[in-house]
């Protein structure tokens, strides 16, 4: 991720999160430990193949890290990474819900202007 810019590492982080099969394959892998696409595979839906690509994209957003082992990876999920994800989705909460107290207190106040 060095040399990449920072928006574009937010960019490819919440895109890899916003997907629901990569949120269930990240709870597998902090679940178990570690896994490859053949046992990630066993477990979700979707082919070995799917997984493998799913695996990608959370691997070039730095949510997961691949160790060759044999003829595949193990992947292991990059809690420093994950770590930052959450502290980013509380911040976007937090803007979001003071955004929301703006928005209510400008409707709040339309609707006292109108009923005086």
């Given at each position: 991720m060095s040399g990449t810019p920072?928006?574009?590492?937010?960019?490819?982080l919440w895109s890899a999160i916003g997907d629901p099969t990569r949120r269930r394959m990240l709870d597998l892998l902090l679940q178990d430990g570690d896994g490859t696409?053949?046992?990630l595979g066993q477990r979700l839906p979707v082919s070995r193949q799917a997984v493998a690509k799913h695996l990608g994209v959370l691997d070039r957003a730095g949510l997961v890290r691949g160790m060759p082992q044999g003829?595949?990876?193990?992947?292991?999920v990059d809690?420093?990474?994950?770590?930052?994800a959450i502290a980013d989705l509380s911040s976007?909460?937090?803007?979001w819900d003071a955004r929301l107290?703006?928005?209510?207190?400008?409707?709040?106040?339309?609707?006292r202007t109108r009923q005086a």
């Open positions: 920072a928006r574009q590492v937010d960019d490819d696409a053949t046992t003829r595949e990876k193990r992947y292991r809690e420093a990474q994950l770590a930052r976007v909460g937090s803007a107290q703006r928005i209510k207190r400008i409707a709040e106040t339309i609707q």
